[in-house]
């Protein structure tokens, strides 16, 4: 059936790649030692020849002078323009390394978070009875074939979440026969409430997007998976009527 994306309740970011931080590090050393060489080399005009002023460069003194004086301060409008550029090529480099430490820093912290238990853990290890509800959008109208692989998709992503994060709470599910109950919701909102009332009692969810190749429209939130506690998990879908 159409392929399907996943959302997980997970914050994703994305980060800078790590040769931006090269790429602004060597930016940043070009733009340093182009401001250190205009400081250190400036531009002076040209002395006099050893020869001394003939009496034409005498009588012409002073159209010199004014010449000199304009191309010192075109010389002087260069330099000071070329040591903005460094400047302002300096600043850009420390700002994006500045940017590219933090990003990095809020990987590190979301991947910590993404790696922390589940407090599911905590109940896995004290009750025994542990379910799986799926909770299939009816207002889509989707044909059975289509219900049959969206549930797949729910199953799995949610599998692999409490892989990484729920191990024993999915090993207990396992212990009781994967046991999976399919029920029905009416609308989109109804399961997003859903969802908000399966996080409240800290039981982990997942939704199917589907990506909309047949019957549905696209990013249409089709079957929320839900695991935990049998009795708790009651408490969240106990309403429902099956499919």
């Known amino acids: 059936m159409g392929a399907s994306a996943s959302v997980l309740s997970l914050p994703t970011a994305a980060a800078l790649p790590a040769t931006a931080t090269a790429v602004a590090g060597a930016a940043g050393c070009f733009a340093l030692g182009y401001l250190l060489a205009l400081t250190r080399f400036p531009r002076h005009a040209a002395a006099p020849g050893p020869g001394g002023l003939s009496d034409d460069d005498s009588e012409d003194d002073s159209e010199e002078d004014d010449d000199d004086n304009s191309g010192r301060s075109r010389a002087a ?21 500045t940017k590219s430490d933090s990003a990095r820093e809020v990987e590190r912290a979301q991947a910590q978070a993404a790696a922390s238990p589940l407090e599911i853990e905590n109940l896995a290890e004290i009750i025994e009875d542990f379910k799986m509800v799926l909770v299939v959008r009816n207002d889509l109208k989707m044909g059975k074939g289509k219900i049959a692989a969206q549930c797949s998709h729910a199953t799995l992503g949610l599998f692999k979440k409490l892989q990484q994060r729920a191990p024993k709470s999915l090993r207990r599910w396992e212990r009781c026969g994967q046991v999976k109950v399919v029920v029905k919701i009416e609308s989109e909102e109804d399961m997003l409430v859903l969802q908000g009332r399966a996080k409240s009692l800290n039981l982990p969810t997942h939704i199917t997007i589907d990506a909309g190749r047949t019957q549905i429209a696209p990013n249409s939130r089709t079957v929320m998976a839900i695991l935990g506690p049998a009795d708790m998990v009651d408490d969240v879908t106990g309403g429902l009527k099956l499919l």
């Open 77 to 97: 409008k260069r330099a000071g323009g070329q040591k903005r550029t460094g400047l302002r090529l300096l600043f850009w480099a420390r700002n994006v390394v």
